[in-house]
C-alpha cells in the first residue's frame, strides 16, 4: 500500500502536465499567520515487508532515500475552526546528492480548497478540490486500477462531506427531549424515513461506501447490507416499540424497551464520548462504535480510544467486515513539543489488514522522529523512519483566501478524457525540461520499479496519446 500511495503521488506529479489558463487576479485581503518550518528525510525498509511486496518496493525505497522535503507551514492566526482558515506551505523536494536541482512549490488556499504552484507549471496554478476527493478516487481506481482507494475513505475532509446528511438527517428529524421522555414510533418516524432514504439518495454517502468497498471480494456484501438500513431502521425505532430517552447536565442515554443501552454520550471538561450498542442486523452483523477523547494524566495533551466494527460472531459463518482499532495520543501543542503514539489495527476482510504502531517524537531542540512498525511481527520491525527537524518560524502575512479565488484555477480533479489527451500532447515537452535536472540525480533503480507500474496500469500508453 505505501508503494501505490507513492506511485500515486509520482503519478500526480506527471500528471500536473495538465495545465490551465492563467486564472485572472482577484484581489485578497491580508492576515497575520504563524508557523513552522520543517526538514524531512525518509527512510523504507522494504525487508520488513512481506516477501510478495519486499522486491517491487525496493526502487521506491531507493527513490525515498535520495531526497528530502524543506519548507515552511503558515497557518492564519484568529479564533475559529481550522478549516476556515488560511494556510501556505513553501516548500522544495530536494534530492541529497545535489540540492540546486531542487523543485519548489507553493500549496495555498483553505484546508478544502488547495491551488498548487510550480515553476513546472509556469505562471499557472493547479486546484484541488479536496471535498471530491472520494470521487476522484473512485474514477482513477475505474481507469488505472492502480490502487485500491479505501484510505481516501478515512481523510477528515471525505467523512465530513459523506456524512453531512446524516447530520443534518439527525438534526432536522430528531424529536428535542429535555430531561427524560418516551419517544414513541410515531414521533421517531420522521427520523426513521430520513436515515433510511439517505443509502439510496445521498450520492455523497454512497460514492463514500464505494471508495471504502471497491475492488474487495466483499463489495457485494457491504452493498447488500446497506440496503438492507431502512428495515433495520423501523425494526429498531418501530417495531420493538418504543425508546426511553435519558438528558442529565453531561450525558445521554438512549434505551430500548428492553432496556438495551443502543446509544450514549458522556461530555465534560475533560472528556467527549460516545458509544452505542446496537442489535444485530436480519443477516447477524453487530454495528459497534466507540469514540473517547480525554485528557491523559501522564501527559499534557489527550488521549483518544476509537473503535469500529461490523461483525458476525454467531451462526455458522462468523464474519468480521470492519473492526478497525485505534489508540492515540496527541500532544498539547501539535509538532512542537511533546509526542505522539498511535497503535492501529484492522483485523476485517473488508480492508487490508493492518497491525501498525506510529510513535512521533518532537523534541524541543526541533529534532523530529516519525516510526511506523509493524506489531504484528516478531520484533516488530520498523516499516519506515521519518526523521529531521521541524522549528517555530517568524510570523507572516498571508492572503485572506476564498473559494472564489481557488476556483479559477484548473480543477485537477476534473481533469477527464475529453480535455487530457490536449494537455499531454502541449506540455510533456517543457515538462521534462523542467524535470530534467531533478531526475538525472535520483537513482535508476527506482525508474525501472515506476515505469513498471506505470506500464502495467495503462498510464503509460495514455501519456504516450495511443
Not at 500536473?16 to 525498509?45: H, K, N, R, W
Not at 453531561?250 to 432496556?259: F, K, L, Q
Request: proline share 6%.
Amino acid at each position: 500500500m505505501i508503494k501505490k500511495s507513492f506511485l500515486v503521488l509520482m503519478i500526480l506529479s506527471i500528471m500536473l502536465l495538465c495545465v490551465p489558463a492563467q486564472a485572472e487576479e482577484i484581489a485578497l485581503e491580508m492576515t497575520s499567520s504563524s508557523g513552522f518550518s520543517f526538514d524531512l528525510y525518509f527512510e523504507l525498509f522494504p525487508d520488513a515487508f512481506p516477501l510478495q511486496k519486499e522486491s517491487g518496493l525496493r526502487g521506491y525505497a531507493e527513490l525515498l532515500k535520495s531526497i528530502h522535503i524543506r519548507g515552511t507551514v503558515y497557518i492564519a492566526d484568529g479564533e475559529g475552526s481550522f478549516e476556515d482558515k488560511s494556510i501556505e506551505i513553501e516548500g522544495a523536494v530536494i534530492p541529497v546528492s545535489r540540492p540546486e536541482a531542487g523543485i519548489s512549490f507553493r500549496l495555498a488556499g483553505l484546508p478544502s480548497h488547495l491551488v498548487l504552484f510550480s515553476p513546472v507549471l509556469g505562471e499557472n496554478g493547479l486546484f484541488f478540490n479536496n471535498l471530491a476527493l472520494t470521487e476522484f478516487a473512485l474514477k482513477t481506481y475505474s481507469r488505472f486500477r492502480v490502487f485500491r482507494p479505501w484510505f481516501v475513505s478515512f481523510v477528515p475532509y471525505c467523512i465530513r462531506t459523506a456524512f453531512a446528511g446524516v447530520l443534518s438527517a439527525w438534526e432536522q428529524n430528531a424529536p428535542s427531549v429535555s430531561g427524560s421522555a418516551e419517544l414513541s414510533p410515531e414521533e421517531l418516524s420522521p427520523l426513521t424515513d430520513a436515515l433510511s432514504a439517505l443509502p439510496e439518495e445521498d450520492i455523497r454517502l454512497r460514492t463514500w461506501f464505494s471508495c471504502l468497498s471497491v475492488g474487495s471480494e466483499y463489495q457485494g456484501l457491504l452493498d447488500q447490507e446497506l440496503s438492507a438500513i431502512p428495515d433495520y431502521l423501523r425494526n429498531l425505532f418501530g417495531e420493538n416499540g418504543s425508546v426511553h430517552v435519558e438528558n442529565t447536565e453531561n450525558t445521554t442515554v438512549w434505551r430500548s424497551e428492553t432496556d438495551r443501552i443502543l446509544f450514549q454520550s458522556e461530555t465534560n471538561r475533560d472528556q467527549f464520548g460516545f458509544s452505542t450498542n446496537l442489535p444485530a442486523t436480519e443477516s447477524g452483523f453487530v454495528p459497534r462504535m466507540l469514540y473517547v477523547s480525554e485528557t491523559d494524566s501522564r501527559m499534557p495533551g489527550r488521549k483518544i480510544n476509537l473503535q469500529i466494527g461490523y461483525t458476525r460472531e454467531s451462526g455458522a459463518d462468523p464474519l468480521s467486515l470492519l473492526d478497525l482499532r485505534a489508540l492515540i495520543t496527541l500532544p498539547q501543542r501539535w509538532l512542537l513539543e511533546n509526542s505522539f503514539t498511535a497503535e492501529i489495527t484492522q483485523n476485517g476482510v473488508l480492508l487490508p489488514q493492518a497491525d501498525w504502531n506510529a510513535e512521533l517524537k518532537c523534541e524541543e531542540s526541533g529534532a523530529f522522529l516519525l516510526s511506523v512498525r509493524d506489531a504484528s511481527a516478531s520484533g516488530q520491525p520498523v516499516l519506515l523512519n521519518v526523521t529531521g527537524s521541524i522549528l517555530p518560524a517568524e510570523k507572516k502575512p498571508i492572503p485572506v483566501y476564498t473559494v472564489a479565488w481557488a476556483v479559477q484555477y484548473m480543477n485537477f480533479f476534473s481533469v477527464g478524457d475529453s480535455n487530457l489527451y490536449e494537455f499531454v500532447g502541449s506540455t510533456v515537452r517543457p515538462l521534462l525540461q523542467n524535470i530534467l535536472p531533478f531526475a538525472a540525480e535520483l537513482p535508476a533503480a527506482a525508474y525501472q520499479e515506476f515505469l513498471d507500474d506505470l506500464t502495467d496500469s495503462g498510464i503509460f500508453r495514455l501519456l504516450l496519446g495511443e
